[in-house]
């Protein structure tokens, strides 16, 4: 079996862990997280993944920070519609991590259309909302501590 890693992100940086695995058999992204540190990273989160979302076939989240699974609900809002692998723990706090993120959000976007608005400039749109968190969490499948999950033949 043939098989490549491509980091798209958390590279040169400590935020948005996103790592690509591509096999024979699939693509399967480790984390999908997201971009933390002001304006330009906003950007950053709101742009391409660098791959089409429709084309990976499972993730897997290490673990419930930010940073690691904070644009999985923007990467099933693009298309992802595979398994997203998690130790329950993980998955617990998935749903409550992500529902907060879209608040704040979605809190900060209003803030910043109202001065928008008065400047007459274009509105801004969040990154995901809170049916987008639902979707995604619709997706988790809890694998336990130890046990080994075979994802496709051969991996």
């Given amino acids: 079996m043939s098989a490549s890693l491509v980091f798209r992100g958390a590279a040169g940086e400590v935020t ?8 024979d058999g699939g693509n399967l992204l480790l984390d999908c997280g997201l971009i933390q540190g ?44 595979g398994p997203i692998y998690a130790q329950p723990a993980t998955a617990d706090l998935l749903r409550i991590m992500l529902e907060d993120s879209a608040r704040l959000a979605l809190a900060d976007v209003e803030h910043q259309n109202r001065r928008r608005r008065r400047e007459g400039k274009p509105l801004l749109e969040p990154l995901y909302d809170l049916d987008d968190v639902a979707a995604a969490h619709q997706l988790v499948q809890t694998v336990d501590y130890g046990e080994r999950r075979e994802l496709w033949p051969g991996l």
């Fill in 16 to 23: 948005g862990s996103c790592q690509l695995l591509r096999t």
């Fill in 38 to 81: 002001g304006a330009q990273q906003d950007r950053r989160n709101a742009a391409d993944f660098g791959f089409p979302a429709g084309e990976i076939d499972a993730l897997v989240l290490s673990h419930a920070h930010i940073d690691h699974c904070g644009r999985l609900p923007l990467l099933v809002r693009r298309g992802f519609s």
